[in-house]
Structures are given as structure tokens and as C-alpha cells.
């Protein structure tokens, strides 16, 4: 059982904001989710990496029970979207957003 479609809803995403996110097309993912096509191992990493939960859990060999909690209960809407924002930028541009945030948890403690 592929879990593409319980994911992206359990996390509240359109199919047309998950292809956005990920650069791939809605059409192709509603393949996979309709398990028309098999997604190949390159996009099953990338499904696996954005919902934060194992290979085994998405192509449904492990429990749920067993992964880390899925975004939807714990992320908010600008939570999400920025999430969703910096997972677009280059690597240069995630590392100079991860260096603002530890420069303004810095400035938060010492203000």
C-alpha cells in the first residue's frame, strides 16, 4: 500500500501544492497516489524526506505507529509555508536562513 495520498492529507496539502513543493507534476503524482504508476526511487526519497517518515512506512511495510509524527498535527499554516518555502531555495540560500535563525534565537536570549 502506497501511502502518498494519506500523507499529503493528513498533512492538508492540495496534490497541486505537494507538485509545486516538490517540482513535480500533479498529473504524475495522482498516478502514483492512484498507484496507475510506480514512482521511481528517486521520487520515493523525495516523498519520504518531505514528509519526514521512512521508506518502509510510505510503500506501507511499517506501522505508523513505529515513525516520527506527521506535519499536520505539528506545524501550523506559516509553519508549513515556510517549511515549504525553504525547501526551494538553494543550499547556500538554506544556509544563510539557518544562520539568521541561530543569530536571532542569539539576539532573543541575550535582549
Known sequence: MFR????REENGLKRSELARDLKINAGTIANY???????????LIL???????????????EPYEEISMPLAGALNSNERKLISNYRQLDYKGKDRVLEYIELWKHKQIYD
Open 47 to 61: 516523498f519520504s524526506n518531505y514528509f519526514n517518515v521512512t521508506l518502509d512506512y510510505l510503500l506501507g511495510r
Open 33 to 43: 497516489e492512484n498507484e496507475i504508476r510506480e514512482a521511481p526511487y528517486e521520487y
Open 4 to 7: 502518498l495520498k494519506e500523507l
